[in-house]
């Protein structure tokens, strides 16, 4: 009697994407975007596997209202480099979740990917909205509860 083990393909994985949707106010912004990227990678199933695109789509409401602890909000930044000279800019969360609230869950899910092309496209199932409004309400989504 021999064992196999299931090895998914990208066609048996795409016939199986599920949507979620997961509600942000309150929550830490690390400890959500580490469940998001699980889910994102397909790590919740059974038939996980690391070089196929097996995870669901993702949908994030109320992104503005997403909790960074202590002082991060003032001494956490986001740095970016326009490449001429003179051209460092250093931005505070508090003024980034204010013009862009999307950008710091959208940065912290993508750091907790690997930099592949694979991951690029796990990344197109995240959809992130600053409202509790989201236009994905024909895939029926089911609520994904955050273990935090």
Known sequence: MSQRSFVATPVSAE?????????????PLGRLASQIASVLRGKHKP???PHVDAGDHVIVVNADKVMLTGNKLDKKFYYKHSGIPGGFKAIPYRVLMATKPEFPIEKAVKGMLKN??????MLKKLHVYATPDHPHAAQKPQPMTAKI
């Open 15 to 27: 016939a199986a994407r599920e949507w979620f949707v997961v509600d942000a106010a309150g929550l």
């Open 47 to 49: 038939t996980y596997t």
């Open 116 to 121: 592949r092309p694979l991951s690029r496209e």
